[in-house]
């Protein structure tokens, strides 16, 4: 009986992150076209791009959480996480078709992010 609980919860763990996921992809997606809008410098065009990028940004910043043990978040570490989160959004346009970004784009666009992350639930990068 105890076993069978341990399991639904697991389930039930496994389920929310899922959901959870999903929804920060689309939250990041969102972020991604607000940024495009407002930022000089960075473009997405078209809404397959914008999910392929929301993708790629959160595989790297993954990453570089991961390997490095840094927050990527454009205000998650100062100034720090402000230039990494402005060099993953930079990098993402070599892997994203549709994608363009100046460096000062990303500069921009790492503020933009920081602002729109600040305002918004959750955690877009």
Avoid: C
Wanted: neutral net charge; aromatic residues 12%; hydrophobic residues 55%.
């Amino acid at each position: 009986m105890v076993h069978d609980k341990e399991h639904s919860t697991r389930e039930n763990d496994t389920s929310k992150s899922i959901f959870g996921w999903v929804g920060r992809l689309v939250l990041t997606a969102v972020i991604l076209g607000i940024t495009s809008f407002f930022t000089p410098g960075f473009s997405i065009n078209g809404l397959w791009s914008y999910l392929l990028a929301a993708i790629v940004i959160s595989v790297i910043d993954y990453l570089v959480e991961s390997f490095m043990g840094v927050d990527a978040s454009p205000f998650g570490k100062g100034i720090k996480g402000f230039v990494i989160a402005a060099v993953i959004l930079y990098l993402a346009q070599f892997l994203v078709p549709n994608m363009s970004v100046s460096i000062w784009g990303a500069i921009l666009a790492a503020l933009v992010i920081g602002i729109v992350d600040a305002v918004m639930p959750g955690r877009a990068m």
